[in-house]
């Protein structure tokens, strides 16, 4: 803009630009399990450091929805249900209505007894 000053330089991004979640980084997870697991091609290196961030990823995933309860037709709008994702085998158990508070408390320990990752004794 010809004869015009200069825009003059303003406050910048807001403090928290850079913090908010991105739903890159949350692709990034699933890229890494991919090429993890050799379903995506990656170099050598790729493959290493998926393997690594998908290993330091490995922890019980234990979710848990406690459902929702109408009060006034007395009736379920949808039933509690839990999964867990065992970290060792990769095996994913759930369940659904009264079975999810007995679940939730002992899936753990049930699951390591027939863990399809953990030697068997002979």
Do not use: E, K, M, S
């Given at each position: 803009m010809a004869g015009q000053p200069e825009p003059q330089p303003g406050p910048g991004l807001p403090a928290g630009a850079w913090t908010t979640p991105s739903p890159i980084n949350d692709s990034r997870v699933h890229d890494a399990r991919a090429i993890a697991s050799g379903k995506r091609r990656s170099s050598p290196q790729a493959y290493r450091a998926a393997q690594a961030a998908v290993a330091k990823a490995s922890e019980p995933d234990?979710?848990?929805?406690?459902?929702?309860w109408d009060a006034k037709a007395h009736r379920w709008i949808h039933f509690p249900t839990a999964d867990y994702r065992c970290p060792a085998c990769g095996e994913t158990e759930s369940a659904s209505g009264d079975?999810?508070?007995?679940?939730a408390a002992h899936i753990e320990t049930e699951h390591a007894d027939r863990c399809s990752a953990n030697p068997k004794e002979a």
């Open positions: 234990l979710r848990v929805d406690l459902g929702q079975q999810v508070a007995h679940f």
